[in-house]
């Protein structure tokens, strides 16, 4: 079974700075990784998704996240936050087995403050 | 663009009443799901189906019901709404051979 921690439900960062959002899984068999966005009062909509073609994966928007097998992570980064980036973020996994549902996790807020 | 439209951005309903909420996708997906969302559990999924006429159990399924008469249409029911039944629903579709979901902009149910 597949099962996603996100470390820090509240992030506040200041324009300009680095942005970290933290992303652990447990799968059994190599996963399918993802990181949505939910702006307010929209629907999710996908960062960029990891599915074993290279460990540094690049998104919409600037923004990266590095699959890190032996420590189970896919941290989300960015180097320079922007006002715009305020928003929910969701890590979420899935099997590379034959089709298996996508597990999110509980979701970390990120403020930008001027 | 793919779009995913659901049909009520807003409702309140009574402890009792059925509701209906309808979800309708453009790109020929042939799954649907829906989830809900509550603030510090993420995306919880309640149904979701591969095909028409065809149905599977989520993680938290009681108290739903799902239809899927046509291909692109997937709609989720309240049989008898409570207030714990107060939340987020998203649906979201997506390619058989493909995990990324493309999500509607969500309905938000409350129940009195």
């Known amino acids: 079974a597949q099962s996603v921690t996100q470390l820090g439900s509240h992030v506040s960062v200041s324009e300009g700075a680095l942005v970290l959002l933290r992303c652990n899984y447990s799968s059994s068999v190599p996963p399918y990784l993802f990181w949505y966005v939910q702006y307010p009062n929209q629907g999710l909509q996908l960062l960029l998704k990891y599915t074993s073609a290279a460990t540094l994966v690049k998104g919409i928007n600037g923004f990266e996240a590095e699959f890190k097998k032996s420590e189970t ?18 890590c979420a996994v899935s099997a590379q087995t034959s089709y298996d549902k996508v597990i999110f996790g509980p979701g970390t807020s990120l403020s930008v403050i001027p | 663009d793919v779009k995913v439209t659901q049909s009520s951005r807003y409702l309140v309903k009574r402890t009792g009443e059925k509701v209906f909420l309808e979800c309708v996708q453009d790109m020929d997906h042939e799954n649907m799901f829906w989830y809900r969302q509550d603030p510090g559990l993420g995306l919880r999924l309640i149904y979701f189906s591969y095909d028409v006429k065809m149905k599977e159990k989520g993680d938290i399924p009681e108290g739903y019901s799902v239809s899927r008469e046509k291909k692109e249409r997937f709609s989720l029911i309240l049989e008898s709404a409570s207030t714990n039944q107060t939340s987020m629903y998203l649906c979201a579709s997506s390619f058989s051979s493909q995990r990324e979901l493309f999500f509607g902009e969500g309905s938000r149910l409350t129940v009195l």
């Open chain 1, 73 to 90: 992570s896919f941290h989300l980064t960015k180097p320079s936050a922007h006002m715009s980036d305020a928003a929910e973020y969701f």
